[in-house]
Nanobody, 122 residues
Framework: VQLQASGGGTVQAGGSLRLSCAVSGGTFSSYHMGWFRQAPGKEREFVAAVPWSGGSTYYADSVKGRFTSSRDNAKSTVYLQMNSLKPEDTAVYYC????????????????WGKGTQVTVSS
């Protein structure tokens, strides 16, 4: 299973970006999908999780109300729409996939993409 994240870049505070993560080599519709991020000098942290069913999506408190994640099973792709970006959102963003889900953790996330850099300038 391979994951390819894209859509990162540099944006001013208050701006928006949409990340995409395309999955190949597996049955996308059977995977829970997660978004994580890692800022320089910090631990990797949970951002959002989308269950395989496309039901309730989970978000970190720090992004709730600003970020929205969704999935398109027909395209084997998961998205992260990021609005009202803040400098503290600057990080490498990773997508992950797995058949078990414990929102807020990396538990069950068996496959990881390489990450895409998001930089928010003040």
């Amino acid at each position: 299973v391979q994951l390819q994240a894209s859509g990162g870049g540099t944006v001013q505070a208050g701006g928006s970006l949409r990340l995409s993560c395309a999955v190949s080599g597996g049955t996308f519709s059977s995977y829970h999908m997660g978004w994580f991020r890692q800022a320089p000098g910090k631990e990797r942290e949970f951002v959002a999780a989308v269950p395989w069913s496309g039901g309730s999506t989970y978000y970190a408190d720090s992004v709730k109300g600003r970020f929205t994640s969704s999935r398109d099973n027909a395209k084997s792709t998961v998205y992260l729409q990021m609005n009202s970006l803040k400098p503290e959102d600057t990080a490498v963003y990773y997508c992950a996939a797995g058949r078990r889900l414990r929102p807020g953790t990396t538990y069950g996330m068996d496959y990881w993409g390489k990450g895409t850099q998001v930089t928010v300038s003040s």
